[in-house]
């Protein structure tokens, strides 16, 4: 016997559902159907695929795995269907983006209005997260692409990266830190840090701990990490601890107000922030056409910046 496409789109609406009973009503099928298809789905698999108890079907470690595989398999449908549509002419379907968050402040809302110009039947999902989440996302297919920051000793070697701009990185506080006037790092080794986690498998802070470690200083204090820029600044807009983030984010109109760059002396070695596409996979039309302004948006924002600056 072979999967279907229909015994996976059934396995996930029991999965998401909770119940055979439920998956059948949001299906709009009879309940015996999706029974035997999850017996066949179950044998093919070579085990149970859900626990029931009172409070419905869960996921049994086979079945997690399913999942995984079943949700991939049928976006790849989904993308396929609406590629087919989009060589046609009919520009319907949906893009999902992930961007990093100094790609959402310096990007997103202008290209996003732009692409609904051009694309009105296009159904745009952003999905926000550290460079790392995104970057494993759209390995596994779940993004089109994303706009993450590529550290130099990333894994990349199965993706397509394009650099769009630097990422400069600073010590950030919140106004009227008590350490608002240092100037040098070692001003700064009793204070405590919230850190934005970056990669798997990297310790706690790595970008902090080598620029201490480069200033021949004991490493930081991290008070906590993150998953989320925004998050690192809520803490440090309402506390005395600092960060090390991307100092633009520094004027973004929520946190403007409230924190400020220390003019430390020292400075992190900036990261690009790069398009991130796997590699040999092609883009449907319909996202190529906004990784296409993403591209041209960036040129024009460092060129801006660059007249700025001059």
Request: proline share 5%.
């Amino acid at each position: 016997m072979e999967l279907t496409l229909t015994q996976l789109r059934m396995f996930i609406a029991v999965a998401d559902a909770g119940s055979v009973r439920a998956a059948a009503r949001r299906l709009d099928v009879a309940q015996s159907g999706v029974t035997q298809h999850m017996r066949k789905l179950e044998a093919q698999a070579g085990g149970p695929l859900f626990e029931r108890d009172v409070r419905g079907a869960r996921l049994t470690p086979i079945g997690e795995r399913l999942r995984v595989r079943a949700e991939l398999i049928l976006g790849e449908c989904r993308k396929t269907e609406d590629e087919m549509r989009q060589l046609q002419g009919d520009l319907t379907g949906r893009v999902a983006l992930g961007l990093s968050a100094e790609a959402t402040m310096r990007l997103f809302p202008a290209l996003l209005e732009s692409y609904r110009e051009r694309c009105p039947r296009i159904d745009v999902h952003l999905t926000s997260a550290t460079s790392r989440m995104l970057t494993s996302w759209v390995r596994e297919g779940r993004l089109d692409f994303a706009l993450a920051l590529i550290a130099p000793d990333a894994d990349v070697h199965d993706m397509g990266t394009t650099p769009l701009f630097e990422s400069d990185v600073a010590v950030i506080a919140r106004r009227d830190h008590p350490l608002a006037r240092a100037r040098m790092l070692a001003d700064l080794r009793d204070a405590q840090w919230v850190s934005t986690r970056q990669r798997s498998g990297e310790t706690a802070g790595n970008r902090l701990s080598a620029l201490f470690e480069d200033a021949r200083l004991p490493a930081p204090s991290i008070a906590a990490t993150t998953e989320a820029v925004f998050d690192t600044l809520h803490c440090i807009a309402a506390s005395d601890y600092l960060g090390l983030e991307p100092a633009g984010l520094a004027a973004h109109p929520f946190f403007r107000d409230h924190v400020t760059v220390l003019k430390i002396a020292e400075r992190a070695a900036s990261t690009p922030v790069c398009l991130v596409r796997r590699a040999g996979v092609p883009l449907t039309p319909a996202a190529q056409e906004l990784a296409t302004m993403a591209l041209s948006y960036s040129r024009i924002a460092r060129k801006r910046r660059a007249q700025r600056d001059a």
